[in-house]
């Protein structure tokens, strides 16, 4: 049995249709471009998405949490007013509040005749971290002279 065409069927087809049983080249071409679109807006989304906590790499590691916190609330609850947030506080460089309140504390430390100790055994403390024990230390709980105070 041979197979004839239609008689109403015209003799010359777009190129887009194939016979029967030969590969769909522009299906397949057709595919990879839809998969190829999806997976890029995915990328670009993830990438405008991301944006703010990029920008705040620069800034102190409070602020960068925050953001980066807000950056994933955003993404997971689809709330666009974290991201805006995130973005505004990327952008804002958040004054140092706390270290012209520590010198303060130390030059007032030094007028009363306190000992301040050495910068690095400061951070140490407000990090957390112990101080490396001097030869001393096994001599300091022993009594030994008083320093006389002056009130001026």
């Known amino acids: 049995m041979t197979a004839s065409p239609n008689p109403a069927a015209t003799t010359h087809l777009p190129f887009f249709i194939t016979a029967p049983g030969d590969t769909d080249v522009l299906f397949n071409i057709t595919l990879v471009f839809v998969v190829a679109c999806i997976i890029l807006t995915g990328v670009i989304f993830l990438t405008i ?4 906590e990029r920008m705040a790499h620069k ?9 980066a916190l807000l950056c994933l609330l955003a993404l997971l609850t689809h709330e666009h007013l974290f991201w805006f947030i995130a973005i505004v506080l990327a952008f804002i460089d958040i004054p140092d509040f706390l270290t012209p309140v520590n010198r303060i504390a130390r030059s007032v430390a030094t007028m009363a005749g ?3 100790g050495d910068k690095a055994e400061d951070r140490d403390k407000a990090e957390g971290r ?3 024990v001097s030869p001393d230390a096994a001599t300091a709980g022993r009594p030994g002279p008083q320093r006389e105070i002056v009130h001026a």
């Open 49 to 52: 998405h991301s944006l703010p």
């Open 59 to 67: 800034s102190k590691k409070v602020l960068l949490d925050l953001i």
């Open 114 to 116: 306190e000992d301040v």
């Open 130 to 132: 112990s101080a490396p």
